[in-house]
């Protein structure tokens, strides 16, 4: 008699509910973000488009495609995702070498980094990157994880592929997601079990080449000197940088509140974009700012459980470099906003404008609330072991 199952290949009573907290922190983090770009970009859309919900509408739309994406990645298979990799690499390198087209990517100060979508609207291809970059070498890392640390030549494709990645993010001249990139993809090699000195090896590869394109631009080394000399140099990239610290200050202990009171954001260029938290900072005061941390921290928190408790090294691995990768460019993009770091182009996940940053962030929450139902070391396979176990005791093959 064949073995049959209504609604999936695991029994009930081995089921794993979602991690509810993780998703409450996802939503609210959106909702804060939504909230927060509402008021903060109505006099620039007012300003440019002559309708003051312009960012907000669009906004508002990439939020419902995301969580369309959530939904999705929350629900398919564990198994049917990972086997999708090798073709989500192949159309990732695709959109990268769409960039490179003149008719097919939109050019935007400088730079080629959007691919042209339907309804005017634009996809950034370094976005897709950080998803399929993870996806790949956390695919890689549980394949070859039981020799991972013994042979050093198995992390040498994975090295080869993060690099050609990364190069090229650089080609669209995009320095600073490029060097975020490399960088956090450093930290996971370590935290997965790759050598310290294969770290180094890369570092210093990595570090000549991001030598090279830094130098090659004046725009590049001015921005680190405007970050050094702040006072004399406001012409030099960093008017916003002084803006946001002006802003955040002006928000005190309890905040300026909303709308027309925000007259140091209202100052500061393309406000709903990297600088959104210099708005929310002002709006919300110092009570605003602790409250954010204390989201982001249980933000990490229920995800990183999430990761060190699946069975699924795949997902853990994923589910890991997805939260860490969100936490890590939320860190660096209020280091910039205050001043700590020097400009970037990071944007603040959940928060700032930016369909292809929401829809992927989306996405990889998505996954992290499919592996905290994972519990068994591979969820398409969990009633295969099963069977295997009890006609290894039995001694007679009951299911056919």
């Known amino acids: 008699m064949g073995s049959y199952c209504f609604f999936a290949d695991r029994p ?11 998703s409450l922190s996802v939503i609210l983090l959106l909702g804060f973000g939504l909230f927060t770009l509402y008021f903060c ?33 929350a629900m398919i298979p564990i198994k049917a995702i990972r086997n999708f990799i090798p073709a989500l690499t192949i159309i990732t390198l695709i959109i990268c070498f769409m960039t490179f087209i003149p008719g097919l990517s939109v050019e935007k100060n400088g730079a080629r980094r959007w691919v042209k979508m339907p309804m005017n609207f634009t ?39 993060m690099l050609f990645f990364i190069a090229l ?14 960088t956090f993809c450093c930290i996971f090699f370590w935290c997965c079990g790759m050598k310290i000195r294969w770290i180094w090896f890369v570092g210093v590869i990595a570090a ?47 905040g300026a509140g909303i709308g027309s009171n925000l007259v140091q954001s209202n100052k500061i260029p393309e406000v709903q974009s990297d600088y959104i938290f210099a708005s929310w900072a002002e709006a919300m005061g110092l009570g ?39 936490v890590f460019q939320a860190l660096i993009n209020c280091g910039v906003v205050c001043g700590a770091l020097p400009s970037t182009g990071i944007p603040l996940p959940f928060f700032s404008l930016g369909g292809s940053s929401v829809i992927i962030t989306m996405c990889m929450c998505g996954f992290v609330v499919n592996s905290s139902r994972c519990d068994t070391e591979d969820d398409n396979d969990y009633k295969d072991n099963e069977f295997v176990e009890i006609e290894s005791i039995e001694g007679v093959g009951i299911y056919e």
């Open 169 to 182: 993010i650089l080609l669209q001249k995009d320095f600073s997601t490029s060097l975020f990139l490399y």
């Open 12 to 22: 009930v009573g081995q089921y794993k509910k979602s991690d509810i907290g993780f």
């Open 288 to 326: 605003g700012v602790i409250s954010y941390f204390i989201m982001l921290g249980f933000f990490a928190w229920r995800g990183i459980k999430v990761a060190l408790f699946c069975k699924n090294k795949f997902a853990a691995f994923s589910s890991f470099g997805f939260v860490g990768m969100i």
């Open 123 to 161: 996809l950034q291809s370094s976005e897709v990157v950080k998803m399929t970059l993870i996806f790949y070498l956390a695919n890689y890392f549980d394949k070859q994880h039981s020799i991972l640390l013994k042979e050093d030549r198995n992390v040498f494709k994975a090295v080869v592929v």
């Open 208 to 254: 000549l080449g991001f030598l090279y394109f830094f130098l090659s631009k004046e725009y590049r080394i001015e921005r680190i000197i405007s970050f050094l000399n702040p006072n004399e140099h406001l012409d030099s990239g960093n008017y916003q940088t002084m803006t946001s610290k002006r802003a955040i200050s002006a928000g005190g202990f309890w």
């Open 41 to 73: 970009s109505q006099s620039s859309a007012s300003r440019l488009f002559g309708d003051s919900f312009y960012f907000f509408r669009r906004q508002f739309l990439c939020v419902a495609v995301g969580f369309a994406g959530f939904l999705l990645m």
